[in-house]
Each structure stands twice: as structure tokens, then as C-alpha cells.
């Protein structure tokens, strides 16, 4: 299988925006409670949300450029993405249903019914206490869009490729166009039609531009790619809604920049030592962007007890390298085991029946 390099160090970027975040919002709590000033805004590096998106939409049309039009692309693609996705994030659920028995006082209060806790395990939008659209483990609210991509991709891939492209860019972006112009109903339709959701058809659209052969020189991608970043890391409103499109906007527009530029200029080498922490990141970032919340959350209950001699701002690199560290073993011991085991048993299984799996390769460029 052919690898983007780029692509993959901007997962590692996106993982390591969000532990930034998560860690912020740790230290402002800490500073807080001594009375002090937060050390930064953070609320820019919760951006890393939206780079994930457009990285994933990139992926999904990049990957399958010649598998449009059957069906059994559109099984195996839902189910290579179930086998990733689900078994770690619901290992995350019930720790987290674990620790709300165990210490409720850790974790915010859910609804006295089971649908809540059944909605996060099924990938369903559901209000908590709070009011807010957040499943038992609160990061995993990007999954139940994930998994709405999914969904309608798994139903474009049915189609030609042309009929299946007017299909995802038209059914997401009416979805968010309805959102928008407020004529949606219920919580989970609202939920979906969230401007972020843009993002992730920003990137399909530089998938598309991949795969027709598009490509930009080293200082257009490198260009890109900064201008993005500086965009995406400016400190957007404090106030307002959360999915108001303006706010979603200075996001996923950054994040489609650095996607562009990433995807269609010059990769950079595997065997780089500067690079090489960065594509090990990369290949744990799913498992980085679900345990850091957990692990951030027992450092900080450390820094208010054993490490409370040392500096706050030490809370970020020390968080940084312990979520990295527990990224790496939950990747190595479970996340990859897991999914190998899921996906070899289920070649052997079409290699019985004499059927061989599908390929998962980036294509040669080719026009659509």
C-alpha cells in the first residue's frame, strides 16, 4: 500500500493539537483553583478536530477511486472501517462507564435511563445532563460523525463514481445547509448537519484532486500548509454557539489548506529521523485522541497532590509525553492486534470461499 507521508505526520499533528487542548483546559482548571491565570487560550487547538476531518474525507476518496459502483466495495469499506473504529472506542466507553460507577465525581452525570448509555456505544447523538450532544466518553462526539461519513460513503461507493460523488457533496452539504438556515428537527439531525461537517468534504474534494493528477511544487505546499496552520491556530470567539457556521468556518477552511497542501506536493521521506516520530505518531493518533482525556485528567489530579511543587507549565510537555507513551502501548497491544485479528479473519474466511479481499491502495493518478 502506497503511503501519503504527509498525510500521516498531519494525523500526528492533529493528535497532538488535541492533547494540547485537553491539556489547557486541565491547567486553566488548575490555575483556577490556585487563584492564578491560565497559562494559554486553548480553545484554538481544539481545531485539530477539524484538520482530522479533512484528513479523513482526503483518505476515504483517495482510497477508493476505482472501487465506485459495487457493492461488495461498499460492505468491505464499512467493514475495514468498523474494525478500526469500534473495538477501541467502545474499550474507552466502558472505561468510562467504569469510572462513573466507580467515581461519579470524575466524570459529569449521565440520564437516569439506559438510551444515554446505549447511544454511546451505538454512535447515536444524545443530549447529557449538561445539555450538550457528548457520549459517555466526551471525545468520542467526533465519532458519531465519523461514522455518519461512513454511512452515506458506504452508500455513495454503491453508485459510479460521478453519481456518487454528487451523492456525498449533495446529501452532507444539504445537510448542512438545513442546519444552518434552521429547518431541521430533533437533536441528532442537527447534531449532523454541523458546518464542521464541511471539513470532511473539503478533503474528499482534495481527494479528488489527487486522484485527477493534481499536483503543486514544494513552496506552494509548504505555503499552504503554513498559512493554514496560522489560520487554524489564531484564537477564534469565546462567546457564541459552538456550531455556528462562521466559528466552524475559520476552521475547516484553515484545515482544507493544509490538507491541499500536504496531499498534492512533494512527501516527505520515511527514513527521516526528523519525520520518524512523527509517522509513529501518526499511526497511534486514534488511539492518542481517545486515551488523552483519561490520562490528562489523572495528571492533573497528580499535580494538585505529588507533583504539586512543580511548575504548571511543565503540565504540557510531561502530558504530551505521557499520553504519547500510553497511545503507543494501547496501538501496540490493542488497537493494531485487534484490527489485524479482525481483518485477517475475515481474508481467510474470503480466501475459503475463493474470494479475494480488496485492495486498500492509494491509486495512480486518474481522471474522473
Not at 468498523?82 to 462507564?97: A, E, F
Not at 520518524?276 to 489523572?298: E, H, I
Not at 510537555?317 to 494501547?330: D, E, I, K, Q, R
Amino acid at each position: 500500500m502506497k503511503t501519503l507521508t504527509n498525510i500521516q505526520i498531519l494525523r500526528a499533528f492533529a493528535a497532538l493539537m488535541i492533547v494540547v487542548y485537553h491539556s489547557g483546559i486541565e491547567t486553566s482548571r488548575l490555575a483556577a483553583g490556585l487563584g492564578g491565570q491560565k497559562l494559554f487560550e486553548e480553545a484554538a487547538w481544539g481545531s485539530g478536530v477539524s484538520l482530522f476531518f479533512a484528513i479523513s474525507g482526503f483518505i476515504m476518496v483517495a482510497t477508493t477511486a476505482d472501487q465506485f459502483g459495487s457493492w461488495s466495495a461498499s460492505v468491505n469499506f464499512l467493514r475495514r472501517r468498523i474494525y478500526r473504529i469500534v473495538p477501541l472506542y467502545w474499550l474507552i466507553t466502558t472505561c468510562s462507564l467504569a469510572i462513573l460507577i466507580a467515581a461519579p465525581s470524575l466524570m459529569p452525570k449521565v440520564p437516569g435511563d439506559h438510551s444515554y448509555i446505549a447511544a454511546s456505544y451505538l454512535f447515536v447523538p444524545q443530549l447529557n445532563l449538561a445539555g450538550d450532544v457528548r457520549p459517555l466518553a466526551t471525545q468520542g462526539w467526533t465519532l458519531n460523525l465519523e461514522m455518519l461519513f461512513y454511512a452515506v460513503f458506504a452508500l455513495a461507493l454503491l453508485l459510479p463514481r460521478r453519481a456518487g460523488l454528487w451523492l456525498l457533496f449533495g446529501s452532507l452539504g444539504s445537510l448542512v445547509a438545513a442546519h444552518v438556515t434552521g429547518i431541521l428537527p430533533g437533536v441528532v439531525l442537527n447534531f449532523w448537519g454541523d458546518p464542521i461537517v464541511l471539513g470532511f468534504l473539503f478533503g474528499a474534494a482534495a481527494g479528488i484532486a489527487y486522484n485527477r493528477g493534481v499536483r503543486i511544487g514544494r513552496s506552494w505546499s509548504v505555503l499552504l500548509m503554513l498559512i493554514g496552520f496560522a489560520a487554524l491556530l489564531q484564537p477564534g470567539p469565546q462567546n457564541g454557539v459552538e456550531d455556528d457556521l462562521f466559528r466552524r468556518l475559520s476552521m475547516v477552511l484553515p484545515s482544507a489548506l493544509i490538507v491541499l497542501g500536504a496531499a498534492l506536493g512533494p512527501q516527505a521521506g520515511k527514513g527521516s529521523l526528523l519525520w520518524r516520530p512523527f509517522l509513529a505518531v501518526g499511526d497511534a493518533s486514534y488511539s492518542l485522541y481517545l486515551v488523552n482525556p483519561f490520562l490528562l485528567r489523572a495528571l492533573s489530579i497528580a499535580w494538585k497532590g505529588p507533583l504539586a511543587a512543580a511548575p504548571l507549565w511543565l503540565f504540557i510537555p510531561a502530558g504530551l509525553l505521557v499520553c504519547s507513551v500510553a497511545a503507543f502501548l494501547t496501538y501496540r497491544y490493542f488497537e493494531k492486534p485487534v484490527t489485524d485479528r479482525l481483518t485477517h479473519s475475515r481474508a481467510a474466511r474470503a480466501r475459503a470461499e475463493g474470494k479475494a479481499p480488496s485492495a486498500t491502495a492509494l491509486p495512480q493518478p486518474s481522471r474522473a
